[in-house]
């Protein structure tokens, strides 16, 4: 009944930009707390970067200065802006969102994982 649908991956050369988007679908009433993750090959995947519902922000330190999280409760969608990306970059990045839904005349909470997108950054 609910997902989250990411979109933006793709090839870029280091020092360029992409915008990553993940929209929760379904029935829903709201996106709670939101986050990124990245997982490179051969390595644990990673918290990128959380946002509350109200807009307060965490980054790891890796990408400080570098990426920016954001939302846009309206849309229940969450991004992630990532500049002066590097080869180190590299990595399947998955959102992550609680989420409450409408099931029947209730509602419920989940915590749902998009489908991952892939970014890639090489000359």
């Known amino acids: 009944q609910v997902q989250l649908v990411e979109s933006g991956g793709g090839l870029v050369q280091p020092g360029g930009s992409l915008r990553l988007s993940c929209a929760a679908s379904g029935s829903i009433l709201r996106t709670n707390a939101m986050a990124w993750y990245r997982q490179a090959p051969g390595k644990q995947r990673e918290l990128v970067a959380t946002i509350t519902s109200g807009g307060r922000t965490n980054y790891a330190d890796s990408v400080k200065g570098q990426f920016t999280i954001s939302r846009d409760n309206a849309k229940n969608t969450v991004y992630l802006q990532m500049n002066s990306l590097k080869p180190e970059d590299t990595a399947v990045y998955y959102c992550?969102?609680?989420?409450?839904?409408?099931?029947?005349?209730?509602?419920?909470?989940?915590?749902?994982w998009g489908q991952g997108t892939q970014v890639t950054v090489s000359s």
């Open positions: 992550n969102a609680d989420i409450t839904y409408y099931s029947g005349s209730s509602l419920r909470s989940i915590n749902r």
